[in-house]
C-alpha cells in the first residue's frame, strides 16, 4: 500500500534543496532544518526520518508526549525541538520528554530555572532558545527585545542545566509576507548583538531560530541557522474543534 504521506519525502527534499541552494549562494553553513509535524500523525514524522531528517518540532506536551513515545523505537535517534506556549505546571513533563533537544521558547526566567531543576541529575545539558517577542504583538510569546539581554544573563547565571543555544522568535504574518526583507528577523539579529555583548560572547556564539514555510528564505539572508518548517513539508494543518 502506497503510503498516505508518500508527498512528505519530495517536500522534504525540495525544502532541504532550497535551504543549502541559498546558503551556499550566501556562502554559508547550511541552517537546520527543524520539521515541524504539530497535528500531523507518528507515520508522517517517520516518512520524513527514513529520508534522513532527524530535528522535528512539536507545539503542545501532551501531542509531543504521545509521538515520542510512540516513535521511540522507530526513530532511535529523532530529536525533538519544543516550540510552543510554556506553563509552568508542564514543565516536569517536558524535561522528561524522550530525545528531547531544544526547547525553543524559553521566555522568562522563571521558566529556564523551573526548567533546568526539573533536569537535575540527567546527564546533558539541555540546549534552549530565548524567545524574543520582535513584532511586540500582543499575547504573542517570548520577552521583548529591550529585555533580552538581562534576560539571557539571568537564565546563564541562574539555570546551569540548561545551554542557552540562541534566540528564537516568530514575527508577525504581515513581515512574513514581504518579499524583500522581514523587520521582525533585522530585529531578532540586532537583539543577538546586545545579548552576546551583555554576556561577553561571539555573535555567532548564538544561534538565531527564525523562518517558517513563507520566509525561510528570507531569514537565511537574515542570518537563520535554525528554521521551522511545517506546512511546505507535511502539508496545510487541519485543526480539529
Ligand atoms: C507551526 C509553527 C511553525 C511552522 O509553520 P509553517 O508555516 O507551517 O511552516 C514554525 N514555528 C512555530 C513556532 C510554529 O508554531
Not at 556562502?27 to 534522513?52: C, D, H, M, N, W
Not at 520582535?134 to 547565571?157: F, H, L, R, Y
Not at 544561534?207 to 520566509?215: F, I, K, P, R, V
Amino acid at each position: 500500500m502506497v503510503s498516505d504521506f508518500a508527498h512528505v519525502a519530495s517536500n522534504l527534499q525540495g525544502v532541504l534543496s532550497a535551504i543549502s541552494r541559498e546558503a551556499a549562494a550566501l556562502g554559508r553553513s547550511t541552517p537546520r532544518l527543524v520539521a515541524v509535524s504539530k497535528t500531523f500523525p507518528a507515520e508522517a514524522i517517520s516518512e520524513a526520518y527514513k529520508q534522513g531528517q532527524r530535528h522535528f518540532g512539536e507545539n503542545y506536551i501532551q501531542e509531543l508526549i504521545s509521538k515520542s513515545e510512540s516513535l521511540k523505537a522507530e526513530c532511535p535517534d529523532i530529536k525533538w525541538h519544543y516550540i510552543g506556549n510554556i506553563q509552568t505546571n508542564k514543565i516536569k513533563q517536558l524535561a522528561r520528554v524522550h530525545n528531547l533537544a531544544y526547547v525553543e521558547s524559553i521566555d522568562s526566567v522563571k521558566h529556564a530555572v523551573t526548567l533546568s531543576s526539573a533536569l537535575s541529575g540527567s546527564t546533558n545539558k539541555l540546549n534552549v532558545f530565548l524567545q524574543v517577542n520582535t513584532s511586540n504583538e500582543e499575547g504573542k510569546g517570548g520577552v521583548n527585545p529591550d529585555a533580552a539581554a538581562e534576560t539571557a544573563k539571568e537564565i546563564v547565571q541562574s539555570a546551569p542545566n540548561v545551554t542557552l543555544a540562541g534566540l528564537m522568535t516568530i514575527g508577525s504574518l504581515l513581515e512574513s509576507r514581504r518579499d524583500d526583507q522581514n523587520a521582525d528577523f533585522l530585529r531578532l539579529v540586532d537583539t543577538r548583538k546586545k545579548v552576546a555583548e551583555a554576556l561577553q560572547i561571539a555573535e555567532n556564539d548564538l544561534e538565531l531560530s527564525m523562518g517558517m514555510s513563507s520566509d525561510f528564505l528570507i531569514a537565511i539572508k537574515s542570518g537563520s541557522t535554525n528554521v521551522r518548517v511545517g506546512s511546505s513539508i507535511f502539508g496545510n494543518r487541519v485543526y480539529k474543534n
